[in-house]
């Protein structure tokens, strides 16, 4: 089973059986005009806004987490990164995603008839390696992100509740 965990606050899973988790970027961004036209794209930061709600059987809790406070987030929606083809690696961010069990990169391949095979990966350092499949047209490694966080208090209403946290 999957496990949301916000520093030491582990969501417990009779709160999210109804589960949904959103990544959104945020930061200023826009495109400028030279004389001739041409655009320019300017960007000073590049962010992420990550919104969390679920519901379920039981309380989820999260008022016991201090909102004051930076927290670890270890979130339980996949990411994933395409790998090349010719080596079938990836490079996923230092320190951001998971390795915990259950929750470790996994790889995908990508077949002719649109369909996809589940393949192991092996991870020296931060770059993923998917196993080679025969027939495979493309590679995509998965992943569970960890962002450091700033939490706005969350909303709860009965049993569901949302949480929204931007990447520090």
């Not at 320019?40 to 990550?50: L, V």
């Not at 809790?61 to 990411?79: F, N, Y």
Request: with cysteine; proline share 6%.
């Amino acid at each position: 089973m999957k496990i949301f965990e916000l520093g030491s606050f582990k969501l417990p899973a009779l709160a999210h059986l109804d589960f949904d988790q959103s990544y959104e970027p945020i930061g200023p961004e826009s495109i400028l005009r030279a004389v001739s036209g041409r655009g320019i794209k300017q960007m000073t930061y590049a962010r992420t806004r990550i919104v969390t709600s679920a519901s379920g059987w039981v309380p989820s809790g999260l008022q016991s987490i201090d909102v004051t406070q930076q927290h670890v987030m270890r979130c339980i929606h996949p990411e994933s990164l395409p790998a090349n083809f010719a080596t079938r690696q990836a490079t996923l961010l230092a320190g951001g995603y998971r390795t915990d069990a259950g929750h470790a990169p996994w790889g995908l391949a990508e077949m002719a008839n649109g369909s996809t095979v589940s393949t192991p990966v092996t991870m020296a350092g931060d770059v993923a390696t998917v196993a080679s499949v025969s027939g495979a047209t493309a590679y995509q490694i998965g992943y569970f992100p960890i962002f450091n966080v700033y939490v706005q208090r969350p909303t709860r209403t009965g049993f569901g509740w949302e949480l929204t946290a931007e990447e520090v």
